[in-house]
């Protein structure tokens, strides 16, 4: 078939790479807590923000120079930390628990938690087994503890039928700036590359535009 992605607004720009998925990315969460102090008066730490940030680093392996270039070219255009993007977060969110066929607008998922976090506007990534990259944002996350089941009701329906066999990873696609104008590569041979970058998740700008 063909790769299906909605929801992700009018002009977005994405990273050009794949992480490199031998290398689980480093992970962290950023400040969300103001601490404040006074001479003569006590300590105060208040939120700054409910939606916390991800700060995570993803290594990458380049083995061409047009690849190389591509790069290169989208750091020019998002300028640093200063344009948002999306970048898949590789590692597994969710793990479907049962079969759902082509027009379903929802699949049942193994409980994690989401939905003790969920906000109503995250994406997820399906990458499929023959090549395909399917996105979608999530509008609902809902735990039945009766079935045991995390639903993710999906903004629009499924153009194929998703299996427990004929994917090989559901994850988080993430809105996110570059967390440091600074990166490392490393030159392996003439053609080989890699390179890091840290990246710093939007949790709070998922609806601006559809973050366009």
């Given at each position: 078939?063909?790769?299906?992605?909605?929801?992700?607004?009018?002009?977005?720009?994405?990273?050009?790479?794949?992480?490199?998925?031998?290398n689980?990315?480093g992970s962290?969460?950023?400040?969300?807590?103001?601490?404040?102090?006074?001479?003569?008066?006590?300590?105060?730490?208040?939120s700054?923000?409910?939606?916390?940030?991800?700060?995570?680093t993803?290594?990458?392996?380049?083995?061409n120079?047009?690849?190389?270039?591509?790069?290169l070219?989208?750091?020019?255009?998002?300028?640093?930390?200063?344009?948002?993007?999306?970048?898949?977060?590789?590692?597994?969110a969710?793990?479907?628990?049962?079969?759902?066929?082509?027009?379903?607008?929802?699949i049942?998922?193994?409980?994690?938690?989401?939905e003790?976090?969920?906000?109503?506007?995250?994406?997820?990534?399906?990458?499929?087994?023959?090549?395909?990259?399917?996105?979608?944002?999530m509008?609902?996350?809902?735990?039945?503890?009766?079935?045991?089941?995390?639903?993710?009701?999906?903004?629009?329906?499924?153009?194929?039928?998703?299996?427990?066999?004929?994917?090989?990873l559901?994850?988080?696609?993430?809105?996110?700036?570059?967390?440091?104008?600074k990166?490392?590569?490393?030159?392996?041979?003439r053609?080989?590359?890699?390179?890091?970058?840290?990246?710093t998740?939007?949790?709070?700008?998922?609806?601006?535009?559809?973050a366009?």
């Amino acid at each position: 078939m063909a790769d299906s992605i909605t929801a992700m607004g009018s002009a977005p720009k994405y990273f050009p790479l794949h992480p490199n998925w031998a290398n689980p990315p480093g992970s962290n969460y950023g400040l969300a807590r103001d601490y404040v102090s006074f001479p003569g008066t006590t300590q105060l730490i208040g939120s700054s923000t409910d939606l916390a940030p991800r700060e995570f680093t993803l290594s990458f392996l380049v083995d061409n120079k047009q690849d190389e270039f591509d790069l290169l070219t989208f750091l020019h255009e998002v300028k640093g930390k200063s344009y948002r993007f999306w970048v898949e977060h590789p590692a597994i969110a969710f793990i479907l628990k049962e079969d759902a066929s082509s027009g379903s607008s929802s699949i049942k998922c193994y409980r994690n938690g989401f939905e003790k976090i969920s906000q109503g506007n995250e994406r997820l990534f399906i990458a499929m087994k023959n090549g395909d990259l399917l996105v979608r944002k999530m509008d609902e996350a809902n735990w039945n503890s009766a079935t045991e089941e995390l639903t993710l009701v999906l903004d629009s329906t499924l153009d194929r039928d998703l299996t427990l066999t004929n994917h090989w990873l559901i994850g988080r696609y993430l809105l996110c700036r570059l967390g440091d104008d600074k990166f490392k590569m490393d030159h392996v041979t003439r053609d080989v590359s890699k390179f890091t970058f840290k990246f710093t998740e939007l949790p709070d700008e998922y609806d601006d535009e559809e973050a366009s």
